[in-house]
């Protein structure tokens, strides 16, 4: 069983990556550069966050 602080971060990353996919999908859908490099970078965030909060 896990805990309630290590579910709410996999809730975060998730929505975080779910974001970034959305974003990504959407500036490649309206070829606006800026909206992938947004989605990248979420995607980045996301990744560092659940690298550096993992035991």
Do not use: C, Q, Y
């Amino acid at each position: 069983m896990t805990s309630a602080p290590e579910r709410s971060m996999r809730r975060i990353v998730a929505a975080l990556t779910l974001l970034a996919v959305a974003l990504v999908a959407g500036g490649a859908l309206a070829d606006w550069l800026w909206l992938l490099g947004l989605g990248a970078w979420v995607l980045i965030v996301a990744f560092m966050i659940d690298m550096i909060h993992r035991p």
